[in-house]
């Protein structure tokens, strides 16, 4: 069984997050609910199943060597009728699309974000936005003024929240070690 209350993401450091959340604050509705983040399984196991899933997912993540990642490029999904999510794509891929694999692997029902057209599309979105004259002036007052952030990936955390309150981390798997799994 899936939920839409839990999920695997990449977060990045506290101390990368200002930049984005200064965008995410003026433009993403769902600042309040996310932090910010690069999904990874969505929806995941309901947080019941965390410890049992938890043995899986740490042995595929001791298999992949923590990796350095750069946001440096606006991208945007179309969603049709003029609506847009904007976000900010995490390079390079290949580390981030092993990362997947790995989970994918331990968590086979988890795969639902490897199922659009073209398969897994890493991002972290930073806003929508309706109609194509606000996203080119998104990406006019914006892209052009963005420093990329640089941040080292070692770990994937399981969140989790309830009702309306926002995710928090359950826990965090660290990447290419056979260490404890931090609470």
């Keep these: 069984m899936k939920t839409h209350w839990t999920a695997a993401v990449l977060i990045p450091p506290a101390e990368c997050w200002e930049p984005i959340q200064a965008i995410r604050r003026r433009h993403d509705r769902k600042i309040a609910r996310w932090m910010p983040h690069v999904t990874l399984l969505y929806p995941f196991r309901p947080r019941d199943e965390f410890d049992a899933v938890s043995p899986a997912l740490a042995a595929e993540c001791a298999e992949v060597s923590p990796f350095t990642l750069t946001l440096r490029q606006f991208r945007h999904f179309d969603h049709g009728r003029g609506r ?100």
Excluded at 94 to 115: G, K, Q, W, Y
Aim: proline share 9%; with cysteine; glycine share 8%.
């Design 84 to 183: 847009f999510t904007v976000w900010l794509e995490p390079e390079p891929h290949e580390s981030i699309l092993a990362l997947h694999a790995a989970l994918v692997r331990a968590v086979p029902d988890c795969n639902d974000t490897a199922r659009p057209a073209g398969g897994f599309k890493p991002h972290l979105s930073v806003g929508q936005m309706n109609g194509h004259a606000a996203l080119e002036r998104f990406l006019a007052e914006v892209a052009p003024t963005w420093t990329p952030l640089v941040f080292e990936v070692n770990a994937v955390a399981l969140i989790a929240r309830e009702g309306e309150t926002p995710f928090v981390v359950e826990r965090a798997i660290p990447l290419g070690a056979t260490g404890a799994l931090r609470e």
